[in-house]
C-alpha cells in the first residue's frame, strides 16, 4: 500500500472514530407557545388581524414581524375551509395562527382548534359561566370538554409529546371583556382558573355603555377596573391598538395588541403613495351609497 493511500485512509479512520465518540446532540426541550413565554415575561405582542380569504397576507404578515395571526371569524365571512389554509401558510414563518371566534360556544371553539388554531378569541365573555366554558373548550378531559379528533391540527403541530398534551399546554385561552355586566361581574369572570389572556373591546364596550363608540370618562374607567383586576391576578392585558397609541398602550401595562387588518394596512400605505401623486381618496360623505 501506497504511503498517500495509507495516510489517506488512517485520516479517514481518525475521522469516523471521532465521530462515533462525539456526544449525541442535545435534544431540545418541549416546544412552548411563543406568546405564552412573551406574555409570561411582560413583553408585548401584537398580531395583524385577517379578515379576507387569503393565505398570502397571512403569509405576509409573518415576513413583516408580526408574533401572531388574528384570524377574524366573528366580522367577516371566513370560513372553515379557509382558515384551515391560512393556518397552514403559518407553517415555517414564526406566526401563531390565533382564531376569534363568531360565539362563545365549545363546538365553535372545537372547529377553530381543530383546523390548527393555537388559540381562540371568546367575544362577549360577560359571565363567569362563560369564562368557565371558554377554558372548558380549550382544554382535553379532564382539564376541560374539548372533543378528541385532531388528526388535522396534529399535521400542523407534530408535537412528539402527542398533541392532546401540547394543546393543553399551549393553546390560548383569550376572553374579550366587551360588555358592562362583564365589567360588573369581572372579579368572578377572572377568578376562572386557564384564562391566558384579558382582552378589552374598547369599541364594543362603548357601544354597551350607550356611548356608540366615543372613549368616554365612563367607559375609560371600566377599561382601567378591568385591567386593574386582570392585572391584580398576574393575567396579561391586551386590547386594540394604532401607530398613534400603542407606546402608551405598553406603558400602561397592556402586552397582547389586536392590530390593524390587512384592509387597514393597504389603505394606510396606499395614503401617502397616492398624496404623493396628486390623488385623493373618493369623497365617501357626500355621495350616495349606491
Given amino acids: 500500500m501506497s504511503r498517500p493511500l495509507a495516510a489517506a485512509l488512517f485520516a479517514f479512520a481518525a475521522t469516523t472514530l471521532a465521530f ?35 393565505a398570502d397576507v397571512v403569509l405576509q404578515a409573518g415576513r413583516a414581524g408580526f408574533d401572531f395571526v388574528w384570524i377574524e371569524m366573528e366580522h367577516s365571512p371566513l370560513t372553515l375551509e379557509t382558515v ?3 393556518v397552514l401558510a403559518t407553517q415555517g414563518s414564526g406566526l401563531v395562527p390565533i382564531v376569534r371566534v363568531p360565539v362563545n360556544e365549545i363546538w365553535t ?55 392532546a398534551d401540547f394543546a393543553d399546554q399551549n393553546a390560548l385561552v383569550i376572553i374579550i371583556i366587551e360588555e358592562k355586566r362583564a365589567v360588573e361581574n369581572i372579579d368572578a369572570i377572572l377568578d376562572t382558573k386557564g384564562i391566558d389572556v384579558v382582552f378589552i373591546g374598547p369599541n364594543d364596550l362603548s357601544y354597551s355603555y350607550g356611548a356608540r363608540g366615543r372613549q368616554t370618562d365612563e367607559v375609560k374607567a371600566a377599561i382601567a377596573k378591568v385591567a386593574a383586576a386582570a392585572k ?13 397609541d400603542i407606546k402608551q ?32 381618496a373618493p369623497d365617501t360623505k357626500n355621495r350616495p351609497l349606491y
Avoid at 232 to 244: I, Q
Avoid at 254 to 275: H, I, K, V, W, Y
Fill in 20 to 54: 462515533a465518540q462525539a456526544p449525541a446532540p442535545a435534544i431540545p426541550g418541549p416546544w412552548v407557545n411563543p406568546l405564552k413565554t412573551a406574555l409570561q415575561a411582560g413583553k408585548p405582542v401584537v398580531g395583524m388581524t385577517v379578515t379576507i380569504p387569503s
Fill in 84 to 86: 384551515r389554509t391560512m
Fill in 109 to 163: 371553539a372545537k372547529r377553530a382548534l381543530d383546523t390548527g388554531a393555537l388559540g381562540v378569541v371568546f367575544p362577549f365573555t360577560s359571565t363567569p359561566e362563560l369564562a368557565q366554558q371558554a377554558v372548558a373548550a380549550c382544554k382535553y378531559p379532564a382539564l376541560g370538554r374539548r372533543g378528541a379528533g385532531p388528526g388535522l391540527a396534529s399535521l400542523r403541530w407534530p408535537a412528539p409529546q402527542g398533541y
Fill in 232 to 244: 391584580k391576578r398576574g393575567l396579561p392585558v391586551g386590547r386594540t391598538a394604532g401607530t398613534g
Fill in 249 to 280: 398602550h405598553i406603558a400602561d401595562g397592556f402586552t397582547f395588541f389586536q392590530a390593524s387588518s390587512e384592509l387597514g394596512f393597504l389603505a394606510a400605505g396606499a395614503r401617502p403613495f397616492l398624496e404623493a401623486a396628486g390623488k385623493a
